[in-house]
Nanobody, 123 residues
Framework: VQLQASGGGLVQAGGSLRLSCAAS????????MGWFRQAPGKEREFVAGITWDGGITYYTDSVKGRFTISRDNDKNTVYLQMNSLKPEDTAVYYC?????????????????WGRGTLVTVSS
């Protein structure tokens, strides 16, 4: 599976962005998908995950109520809708695919990674 993230950019605090992650390969629908981010000078962290059918989602506490992960298996794409953005959301955002059965926040359990897309939130 090859992944390509897009949709990053510069936005003011309180604004919104939608990230997309397009996947190649016919098995996209069998993967758990996740979004991670890495802020300057910090380690990469889990942001959100979604099961293969989109039925279950999971978020890190800092984005709950503001971010929404979704997927369209017909389009081989996973999305991250980000609302009420804060300066601390500034980071490079990565999408990843895991063959695990359930959502995992552990980076080592993701098999495929896309190149990141930069999100910058100005105050």
């Amino acid at each position: 599976v090859q992944l390509q993230a897009s949709g990053g950019g510069l936005v003011q605090a309180g604004g919104s962005l939608r990230l997309s992650c397009a996947a190649s390969g016919r098995t996209f629908s069998s993967y758990v998908m996740g979004w991670f981010r890495q802020a300057p000078g910090k380690e990469r962290e889990f942001v959100a995950g979604i099961t293969w059918d989109g039925g279950i989602t999971y978020y890190t506490d800092s984005v709950k109520g503001r971010f929404t992960i979704s997927r369209d298996n017909d389009k081989n794409t996973v999305y991250l809708q980000m609302n009420s953005l804060k300066p601390e959301d500034t980071a490079v955002y990565y999408c990843a695919a895991s063959s695990r059965r359930w959502i995992t926040a552990f980076q080592g359990e993701y098999d495929f990674w896309g190149r990141g897309t930069l999100v910058t939130v100005s105050s």
